[in-house]
Structures are given as C-alpha cells and as structure tokens.
Nanobody
Framework: QVQLVESGGGLVQPGGSLRLSCAAS????????MGWYRQGPGKERELVAR???????NYADSVKGRFTISRDNAKRSVYLQMNSLKPEDTAVYYC??????????????WGQGAQVTVSS
C-alpha cells in the first residue's frame, strides 16, 4: 500500500502565497510522475501541474507564471508553491503519484486533499 499525505492548505488573501507539500510512503520502488490537481466548488477535478522523475514539468494555463511545482525524489515528496493567488484558485488540492511498487505493479494514488481558500 501507498499513502500520500498533504499539508499546507489554508486561507489566504488575494495576491498572497501558499506552499503545499505531499509526502509518499509505503511499498514504493519508484515514483514516476507526481502532480497536483484541484476541484473547485461545482467544478470537475482538473490538473494544476505535474512533474516527472527527471524534472520535466507541465502547468495548466491558468496557473502558469504563478505556481511552481518541484519534487525531492529522496524524500518522495512533491511541492506546489502558489504565488499571486486569486479567488478562482479556491479549491481542494489533491496530490497524485504514479507509483511502481515492489510487486512490479504501477498504480495511481491520491492524497486526502487540502483546502485552499483565497478570500479577503
């Protein structure tokens, strides 16, 4: 089994910053892609950013230039630095990881979600 534990959500004013963290643990041989998704009120879950084990990144157009994804392979962790936050960034943010386990199987895992609220 693999667990993803997130931290760092909260309430912030427009223009402010937050940093989300996600740490993976369990039966992990290697983690291929790690990413962040979000689901706003009444909306479908959407990709925010993803990063490969080699460090290649992709961002949603709506967050380019404001959010930065990074990872620490040794710590099996992924981070999302969010700057210049807007009210429309309000959502539950979910960590995702594509994990190759010691059993030889590759599966996708999700964190429990972290609430980010941008409001004055």
């Amino acid at each position: 089994q693999v667990q993803l534990v997130e931290s760092g959500g909260g309430l912030v004013q427009p223009g402010g910053s937050l940093r989300l963290s996600c740490a993976a643990s369990g039966s992990i041989l290697t983690i291929n892609v790690m990413g962040w998704y979000r689901q706003g009120p009444g909306k479908e879950r959407e990709l925010v950013a993803r990063i490969t084990s080699g460090g290649s990144t992709n961002y949603a157009d709506s967050v380019k230039g404001r959010f930065t994804i990074s990872r620490d392979n040794a710590k099996r962790s992924v981070y999302l630095q969010m700057n210049s936050l807007k009210p429309e960034d309000t959502a539950v943010y979910y960590c995702n990881a594509e994990v190759l386990s010691w059993s030889g199987k590759t599966d996708n895992y999700w964190g429990q979600g972290a609430q980010v609220t941008v409001s004055s």
